[in-house]
């Protein structure tokens, strides 16, 4: 497990089976769209200028995504647990 930190401050916990898969997901223009509509406290999460960085997933981090990833439904769609609450 893998979490994503925008300008240092981490946003979501993903798995990937590699660093260098995992560096690929900060990549995705889908990802950059989402991070950049979604908000937090009324911020966004991510702004055109903002530096997204890889990294392993601590053990809360990996908590959060292990219950995220059990309150889904199986799929093929990625599961992203959030680690910043979002807003409505």
Same mark, same amino acid.
């Given at each position: 497990?893998?979490? #994503? *930190?925008v300008?240092?401050? =981490?946003i $979501?916990?993903?798995? @990937? ?5 995992a560096? *690929? #997901?900060g990549? *995705?223009?889908? %990802?950059?769209a989402d %991070?950049?509509? $979604?908000?937090?406290?009324?911020? =966004? $999460? ?5 530096? %997204? ?9 990996a908590?959060?995504?292990?219950? @995220?990833? @059990? @309150?889904?439904?199986p799929? *093929?769609?990625?599961v ?6 979002l807003?409505?």
């Open positions: 497990m893998f979490t #994503l *930190e300008d240092g401050k =981490p $979501l916990t993903f798995e @990937a089976d590699r660093f260098r898969e560096q *690929e #997901l990549k *995705e223009r889908w %990802l950059h %991070l950049s509509a $979604l908000t937090s406290n009324g911020v =966004p $999460l991510m702004n055109a200028n903002a530096r %997204l960085s890889v990294r392993p997933a601590n053990l809360k981090e908590n959060i995504f292990g219950q @995220a990833a @059990a @309150a889904t439904k799929s *093929e769609d990625m992203l647990a959030y680690l910043v609450e807003d409505s």
